[in-house]
């Protein structure tokens, strides 16, 4: 099985990094778009009740509504296989305020005039899928209880067989919290469940399966992407990526500081999931209803783990940088962006006192050298 990736943000930790690059406007007035899959230079985008096609070789496009759900049908997920794609849709009747289960769909890509397929019913809600070959993985939740308490499972079908029948491939994965998005790495099946702020994964060809924490101590996690070697991790208002073979932590690439949503106060809106195309990195914002993007070659063609990196060392109390060569401006920010503490470092005096500092997530922004690391205190 591939190399596990056992990344937890401890109080005590090492991490790397590289720019982050603001994200900017791509696609606007989309409605609540969330999960995205790409095939070549088409990005689809799920809303909750179209599915958007663009075209990004177009500087400006205009996305085209390629699906709309009918009545009282909610879009959870999609994912693409050959020609054609799978949707994930939730019935709920908001008149009686009843969930009436959910359902996998099919759409031939090559004949967008021909009626979607149904393929898969259950009553278990259906949060997350992904395709390999013939082959559908999704995420259910078995009924909650009294206290709304489920668990989640994940679940595999054979689109070659009519009306296939769901087998249970882990039957307790999480319990009260969904899986956001699921992805494969060769023949590992990897999911993202942000609210434990974790990764799973396993190897779909060994039996019995054994599950892997393959990222811990996430903040936020939704959408994740495999190019390559690589994964791309939405976590929060930031994007993180990584080579899978490697033990290294998260390289965080783009962010966004721009947008806003409002929770009581305003704080960054997170990104709900990424794709790669070419050198382009696309991110969703459901509440925005926005596409975002970032350009960097070196998305493309970097080995991320092998560049030049400066360290840190979190005591908890002292926060100390190795590998700095020259005098820097060191910065360190709150998750919400605001600017909490200024310090000029060096190769000899290169720590910071952290004592003040609240318990939370924060950054901390080597200016020169256009690199930010991620720390818990």
């Known amino acids: 099985m591939t190399a596990k990736l056992l990344l937890a943000f401890l109080s005590i930790g090492f991490f790397n990094a590289y720019a982050q690059q603001e994200a900017i406007d791509y696609v606007s007035n989309l409605a609540e778009p969330s999960a995205m899959v790409s095939q070549g230079t088409t990005l689809y985008v799920q ?69 979607a397929n149904v393929i898969y019913t259950t009553m278990q809600y259906v949060s997350s899928l992904t395709a390999n070959g013939s082959f559908i993985y999704f995420s259910s939740e078995t ?6 308490n489920f668990t989640v499972q994940i679940h595999r079908i054979n689109t070659a067989v009519v009306n296939p029948t769901a087998t249970v491939l882990v039957s307790n994965l999480s319990s009260n ?3 956001r998005d699921m992805t494969f790495y060769n023949n590992n099946l990897l999911i993202s469940v942000g609210g434990e702020g974790k990764v799973f994964g396993f190897d779909t ?26 994964i791309f991790v939405t976590e929060g208002n930031l994007v993180g990526t990584k080579n899978l073979n490697t033990a290294n932590a998260l390289t965080y690439v783009a962010k966004n500081t721009t947008y806003q949503d409002i929770n009581g106060t305003p704080f960054n809106a997170n990104f709900r999931d ?10 969703t914002l459901l ?31 002292t926060l100390t940088v190795s590998g700095l060569e020259s005098s820097q401006n060191a910065t360190i920010y709150n998750i919400s962006g605001q600017k909490i503490i200024s310090a000029k470092l060096s190769e000899v005096e290169n720590s910071i006192d952290i004592n003040v500092l ?20």
């Open 177 to 179: 919290y969904e899986a």
């Open 47 to 115: 809303g909750i009740g179209n599915i958007y096609k663009i075209n990004t070789t177009v500087p400006d496009p205009n996305p085209t509504v390629i699906y709309t759900a009918p009545t009282d049908f909610y879009m959870t997920n999609l994912t693409i296989s050959g020609t054609n794609m799978y949707i994930s849709e939730e019935n709920y009747s908001e008149s009686t305020d009843t969930f009436l289960g959910c359902r996998i769909i099919s759409l031939d890509l090559t004949n967008l005039t021909a009626p």
């Open 287 to 317: 509440n925005q209803g926005k596409v975002v993007v970032i350009q960097d070659a070196d998305l493309s063609t970097t080995d991320f783990d092998n560049l030049n990196t400066i360290s840190i060392y979190n005591s908890k109390t």
């Open 143 to 148: 009924d909650p209880d009294g206290e709304d």
């Open 205 to 230: 060809t060994v039996a019995p399966i054994v599950v892997s924490e393959y990222f811990s101590g996430l903040n936020f996690n939704k959408g994740i992407f495999v190019n390559g070697s690589s």
């Open 358 to 377: 609240r318990s939370g997530i924060y950054i901390l922004k080597i200016d020169s050298h256009n690199k930010a690391f991620k720390f818990v205190k």
């Open 274 to 283: 990424v794709v790669l195309i070419g050198d382009k990195l696309y991110m």
